[in-house]
Nanobody, 125 residues
């Protein structure tokens, strides 16, 4: 139904900003709740943020609240994650995910049925 491709990751210094993008291919993007997760090797996948299908509702993990902003442009089939004041603890592979069954979804990976391949974010001290 949908394919997701993340971009925008890279190497940055603590305190810097990055903007991640997730481009979706397929017919159903505007009906899907979207989310960002992140994962370091050997760790469980961690919820970052989710956004409702119309962009009107958002939920953030406590660890990123006030620093990260999730947004979407349904006309461009794209979801974004603006990351400010980055910390070394933000280092991870960041994954975009879609829930085709809900307009707003939860904080667990099981809620999402489509995933991108991930983009690496590394924050140095």
């Amino acid at each position: 139904q949908v394919q997701l491709v993340e971009s925008g990751g890279g190497l940055v210094q603590a305190g810097d900003s990055l903007r991640l993008s997730c481009a979706a291919s397929g017919r159903g993007f505007s009906a899907y709740a979207m989310a960002w997760f992140r994962q370091d090797p050997g760790k469980e996948r961690e919820f970052v943020a989710t956004i409702s299908r119309d962009g009107g509702s958002t939920v953030y993990a406590d660890s990123v609240k006030g620093r990260f902003t999730i947004s979407r442009d349904n006309a461009k089939n794209t979801v974004y994650l603006q990351m400010n004041s980055l910390k070394p603890d933000d280092t991870a592979v960041y994954f975009c995910a879609a829930d085709s069954r809900s307009g707003i979804s939860g904080t667990y990976p099981i809620h999402y049925d489509y995933w991108g391949q991930g983009t690496q974010v590394t924050v140095s001290a």
